[in-house]
């Protein structure tokens, strides 16, 4: 009976510690390290010095589960698994006033989340652009989650960072993040993913401490877009000339085309038209649709197809009055006379008789 009525004192004597310890004593008692980062099931090592001008040795002494050793003023403490999630080793000693001066040794017990993952809030299959979604990093059993920060990440680009805005206790919790984001055509078959990282102090890991979760991989659905810009006014093509109208798109899904034409002839299902020798029959107005399961879009051309008379008719020509002018223009030799060819000839005979004869008579 004796023996159990003095372990009954011995608590009553705890219980008293505790709740009577001063923290803001002149010289109080220091560890090394004065603060701890260990993880879930390590162990854990730190050594106390109560006071440092001289007290009492027998009056000081170490609050902890563990393993305590005492070697001359210094008190050392270990655990060779460290499990408990509260568990802040308490050095004090008793001064000769019986005031009973502490330090708490800060051990922060940390744990990895056992699992990260991210999706989409509400909503599975392809998005679609401009429209709005959330993001939502799921993190389970981390510690402490006080110290935990959650990052949002498009491919190795950062979008946004988030944490527990209530309040945490040391042991191991789970956690919901979001981030919102509206999407884009660039999004399609980018890859989302998070991050949860414990961010501890100078004692902790060198390395961070950081679990990414698996990437998602994003389909947005989006136009169609038109690749090349349309020229409202008329195309004019010559005959026998190339006509070519370029109303191609791109989007998610793939678009198709649908050509309206004026007249009668082979289907057109590409964003460009060819023909190849124009015509008249060619003229008029052609009428792409373009669609996908997110719209439709349609443009209007108008042809003119110039004839090649026309063409030829245009085209500058020499002055027809000048042309017939230079070709009826003569040069004359002499005084214009009305003797014709065959009385010129006669009188021609006649003076080569009459000298003939006057040359007889000599």
């Known amino acids: 009976m004796p023996f159990r009525f003095s372990l009954f004192v011995v608590s009553l004597q705890c219980i008293c510690f505790v709740s009577s310890c001063v923290y803001t004593c002149p010289d109080k008692p220091v560890f090394t390290p004065s603060s701890l980062e260990v993880k879930y099931g390590d162990p854990a090592f730190a050594t106390c010095v109560p006071c440092q001008s001289g007290c009492d040795e027998s009056r000081a002494n170490l609050e902890a589960s563990g393993y305590k050793e005492k070697n001359g003023s210094t008190i050392k403490w270990k655990v060779s698994s460290l ?4 568990s802040d080793p308490i050095c004090y000693y008793t001064d000769h006033n019986g005031t009973q001066c502490c330090s708490t040794l800060k051990v ?16 599975s299959g392809p998005m679609l652009e401009k429209s709005r979604y959330n ?24 979008l946004g960072q988030e944490q527990f805005s ?3 206790s040391r042991k ?10 509206n999407a884009t055509k660039e999004d399609d078959g980018a890859q989302f993913s998070c991050g949860a990282k414990l961010e ?53 899904p793939n678009p198709s085309y649908i050509w ?32 996908n399961s997110v719209k439709t879009v349609s443009v209007l051309f108008n042809v003119k197809v110039q004839s090649l008379e026309a063409t030829s008719s245009a085209a500058p020509q020499a002055d027809s009055s000048f042309t017939t002018a230079r070709s009826t223009v003569t040069t004359p030799s002499g005084p214009k006379s009305d003797v014709t060819p065959q009385f010129s000839l006669k009188v021609h005979q006649i003076i080569l008789c009459s000298v003939i004869f006057v040359s007889l008579q000599a």
């Open 135 to 158: 993001l939502v990093c799921e993190v389970r059993d981390v510690a402490p989650a006080e110290n935990l920060v959650v990052t949002f990440y498009r491919g190795h680009t950062e």
């Open 200 to 252: 501890l102090g100078p004692e902790g890991p060198q390395r961070p401490l950081v679990v990414r979760s698996q990437s998602l991989t994003a389909t947005v659905h989006y136009g169609p877009d038109l690749q090349a810009t349309v020229n409202p006014d008329q195309i004019t093509v010559k005959e026998k000339g190339t006509l070519r109208l370029n109303c191609s798109a791109v989007g998610n």
């Open 83 to 86: 499990t408990e999630w509260k």
């Open 260 to 291: 309206t034409l004026p007249f009668r002839g082979p289907h057109f299902n590409d964003g460009v038209l060819t023909i190849e020798t124009a015509s008249s029959q060619h003229e008029g107005q052609y009428n792409c649709t373009v669609s």
């Open 108 to 123: 922060t017990l940390y744990q990895m989340p056992t699992n990260v993952s991210i999706s989409v809030l509400n909503h």
């Open 172 to 181: 191991p919790e789970t956690g919901s993040f979001s981030l919102s984001f």
């Open 166 to 168: 209530r309040p945490t």
